[in-house]
Protein backbone atom coordinates (compact mmCIF):
# COMPACT_ATOMS: atom_id res chain seq x y z
CA UNK A 1 0.00 0.00 0.00
CA UNK A 2 0.75 3.62 -0.48
CA UNK A 3 0.81 4.31 2.60
CA UNK A 4 1.56 8.22 2.20
CA UNK A 5 -1.97 7.76 0.01
CA UNK A 6 -3.63 6.73 1.93
CA UNK A 7 -2.71 8.53 5.25
CA UNK A 8 -3.50 12.31 2.75
CA UNK A 9 -6.80 10.28 1.45
CA UNK A 10 -7.78 9.90 5.05
CA UNK A 11 -6.57 13.91 5.89
CA UNK A 12 -8.77 14.77 2.95
CA UNK A 13 -11.86 14.93 5.89
CA UNK A 14 -9.62 17.41 8.09
CA UNK A 15 -6.58 17.65 10.66
CA UNK A 16 -5.98 15.18 12.84
CA UNK A 17 -3.41 13.26 14.83
CA UNK A 18 -1.40 10.43 13.96
CA UNK A 19 -2.35 7.66 16.08
CA UNK A 20 -5.80 8.30 15.11
CA UNK A 21 -4.27 8.40 11.33
CA UNK A 22 -3.18 4.86 12.03
CA UNK A 23 -6.89 3.48 13.97
CA UNK A 24 -8.60 5.06 10.33
CA UNK A 25 -6.17 2.75 8.52
CA UNK A 26 -6.53 0.24 10.01
CA UNK A 27 -10.87 1.01 10.29
CA UNK A 28 -11.18 1.57 6.74
CA UNK A 29 -8.51 -0.72 5.39
CA UNK A 30 -9.67 -4.20 7.15
CA UNK A 31 -7.98 -6.16 3.83
CA UNK A 32 -4.30 -4.65 5.18
CA UNK A 33 -1.74 -6.05 7.47
CA UNK A 34 -1.24 -4.24 10.37
CA UNK A 35 0.55 -0.55 9.33
CA UNK A 36 2.83 -0.20 12.37
CA UNK A 37 2.79 3.57 14.01
CA UNK A 38 6.77 4.04 13.64
CA UNK A 39 5.53 3.81 9.88
CA UNK A 40 3.17 6.00 10.04
CA UNK A 41 4.87 8.66 11.87
CA UNK A 42 8.04 8.60 9.70
CA UNK A 43 5.84 8.80 6.64
CA UNK A 44 4.11 12.37 8.00
CA UNK A 45 7.66 13.18 8.93
CA UNK A 46 8.44 12.66 4.92
CA UNK A 47 5.00 14.48 3.43
CA UNK A 48 5.59 17.07 5.66
CA UNK A 49 9.13 17.57 4.63
CA UNK A 50 7.73 17.49 0.15
CA UNK A 51 5.02 19.80 1.13
CA UNK A 52 2.08 17.90 1.24
CA UNK A 53 0.79 18.44 5.15
CA UNK A 54 1.64 21.35 7.47
CA UNK A 55 1.39 21.54 10.95
CA UNK A 56 -2.22 22.29 12.60
CA UNK A 57 -2.38 23.00 15.70
CA UNK A 58 -2.40 20.55 19.00
CA UNK A 59 -5.59 18.47 20.59
CA UNK A 60 -6.63 19.45 23.47
CA UNK A 61 -4.76 16.49 25.10
CA UNK A 62 -1.28 18.52 23.36
CA UNK A 63 -1.19 15.78 20.63
CA UNK A 64 0.37 17.65 17.42
CA UNK A 65 -2.35 17.76 14.25
CA UNK A 66 -1.55 17.21 10.24
CA UNK A 67 -3.25 19.14 8.25
CA UNK A 68 -2.87 18.92 4.85
CA UNK A 69 -1.84 21.90 2.19
CA UNK A 70 -3.35 22.80 -1.18
CA UNK A 71 -0.72 20.80 -2.73
CA UNK A 72 -1.86 17.52 -0.21
CA UNK A 73 -5.25 17.98 -0.82
CA UNK A 74 -4.96 18.46 -4.85
CA UNK A 75 -2.54 15.09 -4.67
CA UNK A 76 -5.13 12.95 -2.32
CA UNK A 77 -7.98 14.03 -3.98
CA UNK A 78 -6.35 12.84 -7.58
CA UNK A 79 -5.32 9.42 -5.64
CA UNK A 80 -9.01 9.20 -4.73
CA UNK A 81 -10.14 10.09 -8.11
CA UNK A 82 -7.94 6.66 -9.65
CA UNK A 83 -6.36 9.74 -11.23
CA UNK A 84 -2.94 8.72 -9.65
CA UNK A 85 -1.22 5.60 -11.22
CA UNK A 86 -1.45 2.59 -9.08
CA UNK A 87 -0.45 -0.94 -9.85
CA UNK A 88 -4.04 -2.34 -11.48
CA UNK A 89 -2.23 -6.13 -11.20
CA UNK A 90 -2.31 -6.03 -8.05
CA UNK A 91 -5.33 -6.56 -6.47
CA UNK A 92 -4.91 -5.15 -2.99
CA UNK A 93 -3.27 -1.79 -4.70
CA UNK A 94 -6.78 -1.58 -6.11
CA UNK A 95 -8.80 -2.36 -2.84
CA UNK A 96 -6.36 0.21 -1.06
CA UNK A 97 -8.12 3.40 -2.84
CA UNK A 98 -11.64 2.06 -3.59
CA UNK A 99 -12.37 0.91 -0.23
CA UNK A 100 -10.90 4.13 1.60
CA UNK A 101 -12.66 6.06 -1.15
CA UNK A 102 -15.52 4.04 -0.18
CA UNK A 103 -15.88 5.30 3.21
CA UNK A 104 -15.34 9.38 2.90
CA UNK A 105 -18.27 11.22 2.01
CA UNK A 106 -16.81 13.72 -0.08
CA UNK A 107 -15.61 11.37 -2.67
CA UNK A 108 -17.44 10.06 -6.30
CA UNK A 109 -16.43 6.40 -6.41
CA UNK A 110 -17.91 6.35 -9.37
CA UNK A 111 -15.07 8.78 -10.07
CA UNK A 112 -12.68 6.60 -8.72
CA UNK A 113 -14.25 3.41 -10.75
CA UNK A 114 -13.80 5.00 -13.92
CA UNK A 115 -10.10 6.19 -13.24
CA UNK A 116 -9.18 2.54 -11.99
CA UNK A 117 -10.70 1.63 -15.04
CA UNK A 118 -8.98 3.87 -17.56
CA UNK A 119 -5.30 2.62 -15.52
CA UNK A 120 -6.62 -0.84 -15.89
CA UNK A 121 -6.88 -0.20 -20.57
CA UNK A 122 -3.88 0.85 -20.11
CA UNK A 123 -2.83 -2.09 -17.99
CA UNK A 124 -3.72 -4.23 -20.55
CA UNK A 125 -2.62 -2.85 -23.59
CA UNK A 126 1.02 -2.39 -22.01
CA UNK A 127 1.53 -5.56 -19.60
CA UNK A 128 0.15 -7.98 -22.49
CA UNK A 129 2.37 -6.98 -25.69
CA UNK A 130 4.69 -9.71 -26.32
CA UNK A 131 3.73 -11.62 -23.33
CA UNK A 132 2.01 -14.15 -26.01
CA UNK A 133 5.18 -14.76 -27.28
CA UNK A 134 7.12 -16.31 -23.61
CA UNK A 135 3.53 -18.02 -22.63
CA UNK A 136 0.45 -17.74 -23.39
CA UNK A 137 -1.12 -18.53 -20.03
CA UNK A 138 0.47 -14.66 -19.18
CA UNK A 139 -1.49 -12.92 -21.63
CA UNK A 140 -4.12 -15.48 -20.41
CA UNK A 141 -3.74 -14.51 -16.93
CA UNK A 142 -3.94 -10.82 -17.12
CA UNK A 143 -7.14 -10.74 -19.55
CA UNK A 144 -8.79 -12.96 -16.94
CA UNK A 145 -7.42 -10.55 -14.49
CA UNK A 146 -8.47 -6.95 -16.34
CA UNK A 147 -12.12 -8.82 -16.90
CA UNK A 148 -12.46 -10.03 -12.65
CA UNK A 149 -11.09 -6.74 -11.91
CA UNK A 150 -13.61 -4.36 -13.95
CA UNK A 151 -17.14 -6.49 -13.18
CA UNK A 152 -16.01 -5.56 -9.30
CA UNK A 153 -15.20 -1.87 -10.23
CA UNK A 154 -18.70 -1.85 -12.34
CA UNK A 155 -20.24 -3.61 -9.04
CA UNK A 156 -18.54 -0.64 -6.51
CA UNK A 157 -19.95 1.84 -8.63
CA UNK A 158 -23.23 0.80 -8.79
CA UNK A 159 -23.40 0.09 -4.68
CA UNK A 160 -21.75 3.45 -4.25
CA UNK A 161 -25.07 5.11 -5.84
CA UNK A 162 -27.07 3.15 -3.36
CA UNK A 163 -27.89 2.37 0.10
CA UNK A 164 -25.43 0.07 0.62
CA UNK A 165 -22.79 2.98 1.14
CA UNK A 166 -21.29 3.66 4.09
CA UNK A 167 -19.60 6.99 4.93
CA UNK A 168 -17.66 8.64 7.63
CA UNK A 169 -16.13 11.09 9.26
CA UNK A 170 -13.24 10.24 11.87
CA UNK A 171 -14.43 7.50 14.04
CA UNK A 172 -15.80 8.50 17.16
CA UNK A 173 -13.57 6.40 19.60
CA UNK A 174 -10.72 8.14 19.00
CA UNK A 175 -7.22 6.83 20.37
CA UNK A 176 -4.77 8.72 22.69
CA UNK A 177 -1.41 8.16 22.55
CA UNK A 178 0.28 5.27 22.93
CA UNK A 179 -3.05 3.23 23.40
CA UNK A 180 -4.04 0.37 20.11
CA UNK A 181 -7.16 1.45 18.66
CA UNK A 182 -10.14 -0.88 19.11
CA UNK A 183 -10.57 -2.52 15.87
CA UNK A 184 -14.32 -2.83 14.32
CA UNK A 185 -14.67 -6.59 13.94
Known amino acids: MSVRDALTGVLTLGPTYGHQLLFELHTRLPHR ?20 IIDGGVTETNLPLYKLTSDGQRDAH ?8 IDVGDWTEVFDVVLLAFTLPHVSVGDTCYGLSEQLKTWCTVATS ?26 VAHESAGPTRVTWGFNEQRPGRGR ?5 K
Open 180 to 184: RPNLV
Open 78 to 85: AWLRGETP
Open 130 to 155: GDEDRHPLIATGRARHAAALQLWLDD
Open 33 to 52: AVVNPGQVYATLNRVRASGG
